[in-house]
């Protein structure tokens, strides 16, 4: 059997990298967003935060928040033909409408 080297963030150069403008310190606001029970949100990660972040296969996915737990929020979506439950912290996520926020 060949043993897997790294975690869920190898081979992942590209995706999870910013913008050089955007580079530096983290907006608040965008960390202490807040949402409701069914709105629905766009997975964006901020990579300079990993705490609650989802896995890269999920990157610019589209779902619908169903409750909050702790700081995180559980958000569904479906993975091919499968419904899946992502625990997420606010900072990788933004309301559908404002992707290029």
């Not at 403008?21 to 901020?46: H, T």
Request: charged letters at 30%.
């Amino acid at each position: 059997m060949v043993k897997k080297i790294g975690g869920f963030r190898t081979r992942t150069r590209d995706k999870l990298k910013k913008h050089f403008r955007q580079k530096g310190k983290i907006s608040l606001r965008r960390y202490f967003q807040s949402f409701k029970e069914g709105d629905k949100v766009f997975l964006s990660a901020e990579p300079a935060i990993q705490n609650g972040m989802y896995l890269p296969r999920f990157h610019s996915k589209v779902g619908i928040v169903r409750q909050k737990q702790g700081n995180c929020y559980k958000v569904e979506m479906n993975d091919l033909t499968k419904a899946k439950i992502l625990i997420v912290h606010p900072v990788h996520l933004k309301l559908v409408g404002q992707e290029g926020d």
